[in-house]
């Protein structure tokens, strides 16, 4: 924990950056340390794998908050208050607290409608984790590990919250309704309302030996990891839900539900537009003039790509079905390749001398954008 760096000092954001800032900033780095464009470099690769755990915490909203709270112990599972946050919907109010008691502390059961009934069975809250992936994992799906931490019946007591042997009472005050009523005076004559019962907490069941587990709760939290299938397509933010994984239910209820975020790293070079993949690619003045044959990457590898003769800076090449599946289908985007034309510098005495003479050579008709933008300045002009 101490010897790690700050996960912005990684990425080279301040602590106010916004989602963009920490995006390009990863996507900087992601690529300056990448292995494949700096083989055999084990330097290279640790910070690679630093810069993609410090994107992995900082792109997730719930993860950063924690971290900007706690430090690396927010996130860090194993540490302290890493594993306190895994309770998602179900666990805001308490330890396990139903938030009915809220509404029945101030309004004694409810203008008439008194409290539901304690022993009836009632859903299991959902709980919520995230989980970070590749560029080409989301395009291509994959089997991932998550963590999900949820509160499940006490196996001690098999969820009775009662010691081994024994068994919870019918509460003697309400009789097992969870509820008592209350008669009020008022100026306008009397009023009875109903609140949850003092002796049994609304309960309606009394637990003279709780079980050392739970604390007669009857519930406990615990940590669990869970392998899911990431469906080819996925993009990022969108939450898979796996269905019963959540808080168990109360009184025979159906468990809640695990709502998983998928986080997308952004690709050093690839960005993603719907189902289609757009990449800029460098090619030389003399590839743009006179045509090439090269190579591009995909996400299936690398595939030949023909520049014709006369390409412009910002022309868009297609590479059909290239792209990126749809989920649960079978249509594929497309792939654009945008060239970059990069000017040479550094020119050497032989190799100006060899442009001046081209130049020389060159007129306006080789320049169709040339002739078109002097052409509507002669004609502003004219006056």
Known sequence: ??????????????????????????????????????PGDKEAE???????EAYEVLSDKEKRARYDQFGHAGVDPNYGAGGGYGGGYGGGFGDFGDIGDIFSSFFGGGFGGGRANPNAPRRGGDVRTSVTISFEEAAKGCQKSVRITSIDGCTDCNGSGAADGTSPKTCPSCHGTGQIKVVQRTPFGQIQTQRPCDQCRGSGKIIEKPCRTCGGKGKVRRTREETINIPAGIDD???????????????????????IVVNV??????????TD??????????????????????????ANLKIREGTQPGDKFRLKGKG????????????????????????????????SKFEAQTNEGNYTKRKSFF?????????
């Open 375 to 383: 052409e509507k300045v002669k004609e502003a002009f004219k006056d």
């Open 265 to 274: 790293r952004p690709h050093a070079v690839f960005e993603r537009n719907g």
């Open 324 to 355: 990126i599946v749809r989920m649960n289908s079978t249509y594929r985007g497309d792939q654009y390749v945008i060239v970059n034309i990069e000017v040479p510098s550094n020119l050497t005495k032989a190799q100006k001398e060899i442009l």
């Open 277 to 302: 993949v757009y990449c800029e690619i460098p090619i030389t003045f003399a590839q743009a003039a006179l045509g090439a044959e090269i190579q591009v990457p995909t996400l299936d590898g690398k």
């Open 237 to 259: 933010g969108q939450v898979l839900i796996l269905r019963g994984k959540g808080d168990a239910g109360v009184n025979g209820g159906m468990a809640g539900d695990a709502n």
């Open 46 to 52: 640790a910070k690679f794998k630093e810069v993609n």
């Open 1 to 38: 924990m101490a010897d790690k760096k700050d996960y912005y000092e990684v990425l080279g954001v301040d602590r106010g950056a916004s989602d963009d800032d920490i995006k390009k900033a990863y996507r900087k780095s992601a690529k300056q340390y990448h292995p494949d464009l700096n």
